[in-house]
């Protein structure tokens, strides 16, 4: 095998800088995506304590907000993201969350934010019909 001529290693040098701003642009959409899917995650947690907490006090709508709202911790959500909704002439109850997500990279090119919508649905646990 012989040693690399000075030609050839600039032409290695040209195919780095073709293919790092690639390598590059995709390891920020990974890690884009990544953190889309933590949220979303967090977010149907969240709507699970929520639907949860409501179903065993259904008159206490206010508090099974709160809890959706606690239950998130890498991201800020807030109790009018939070919809109680009551189905089934109050015999079973849905929580919605709603928050909107604003890709770091793709927002780079002038992109807006991803709205990202998660629901539970529950059967109420106790003798009181739900009441939103």
Do not use: K, W
Request: aromatic share 4%.
């Amino acid at each position: 095998m012989s040693r690399p001529t000075r030609s050839e290693r600039g032409a290695v040098a040209v195919e780095l800088a073709l293919c790092l701003p690639l390598l590059v642009l995709f390891l920020a959409g990974v890690v884009d995506l990544g953190s889309g899917l933590m949220m979303r995650a967090q977010m149907q947690e969240a709507a699970q304590e929520a639907t949860s907490a409501a179903a065993h006090d259904p008159g206490a709508p206010a508090a099974a907000r709160q809890r959706a709202v606690d239950a998130v911790s890498a991201f800020p959500i807030t109790t009018a993201e939070v919809t109680i909704t009551c189905l089934d002439a109050g015999r079973r109850v849905r929580t919605t969350i709603e928050h909107p997500y604003t890709p770091i990279f793709v927002s780079v090119f002038g992109a807006g934010p991803i709205d990202i919508t998660v629901d539970n649905t529950s059967d109420v646990l106790s003798d009181d019909d739900c009441t939103p």
